[in-house]
């Protein structure tokens, strides 16, 4: 079945430092890919999706390209900030949404 | 306008007993959709209710869950009897009327936690 793998946390970054999540996923077809995050205290938000091959998401400075060929949709942001500490969920869908384990991330001053 | 809202926010319960989640969807989605992550580990799906109606249970663990939607509004989640396993985080979300082949946005409550001792 559909399924999504992204690397384990937890992740630790000094603010302005590059980011990186790896994403694969196991799907037939082709289903929409999305990153969702979940800041403390609060509930699911969109950050980013992609619905085709070779599309590009971004978002607040995020961003993740579609690659069909890799099955992949890493995370990235240039410089993170301390305001981007939360955990971040990679998930498919076609009917139903699939999602990874979730990454935390921590950003210190 | 207001978000996805469940209740509570957490519940804390002992083995045996009975708990009851509420989730109230944006108003005028029809398609709600319950999840949970249970130890830190990925979110997974439960169901799915187009209305009033169950569209999609396949996620459900086992007979112990039980979930409504009455009126096509609200939907409840209740656990009965809880075991130990059933701790974790519970998931609401909803989304407008689809189509065939598309997809909508899904908004997420921001969950109940719900630790079984």
């Known amino acids: 079945g559909d399924s999504v793998t992204q690397m384990e946390g937890p992740v630790t970054l000094s603010e302005e430092a590059f980011l990186t999540i790896n994403c694969t996923y196991t799907?037939?077809?082709?289903?929409?890919l999305f990153w969702y995050v979940q800041y403390p205290g609060e509930g699911l938000q969109l950050l980013l999706k992609?619905?085709?091959?070779?599309d590009k998401g971004s978002n607040k400075g995020f961003e993740a390209t579609y690659r069909k060929e890799t099955t992949s949709f890493h995370l990235e942001k240039g410089s993170v900030q301390v305001s981007d500490s939360a955990v971040y969920f990679c998930?498919?869908?076609?009917?139903?949404?699939?999602f990874g384990a979730g990454t935390r991330l921590t950003v210190k001053p | 306008e207001a978000g996805v809202t469940q209740f509570p926010s957490h519940s804390v319960i002992e083995k045996g007993q009975t708990v009851t989640l509420r989730c109230d969807p944006i108003?005028?989605?029809?398609?709600l959709y319950w999840y949970r992550r249970v130890m830190g580990k990925e979110i997974k799906f439960l169901l799915h209710?187009?209305?009033?109606?169950?569209?999609?249970e396949s996620g459900m663990p086992n007979n112990r869950f039980l979930a409504e939607r009455t009126g096509g509004t609200y939907s409840t989640l209740k656990v009965q009897p809880a075991e130990l396993e059933d701790s974790g985080v519970y998931f609401c979300?909803?989304?407008?009327?689809?189509?065939?082949?598309?997809?909508?946005?899904?908004?997420f409550g921001p969950g109940t936690r719900l630790t079984v001792l």
């Open positions: 979300a909803s989304s407008p009327y689809r189509t065939s082949g598309t997809y909508n946005e899904q908004f």
């Open positions: 799907a037939t077809g082709y289903p929409s």
């Open positions: 992609a619905t085709k091959a070779d």
């Open positions: 998930a498919l869908t076609r009917s139903d949404m699939r």
């Open positions: 108003s005028g989605h029809d398609n």
């Open positions: 209710f187009v209305k009033e109606s169950k569209q999609d």
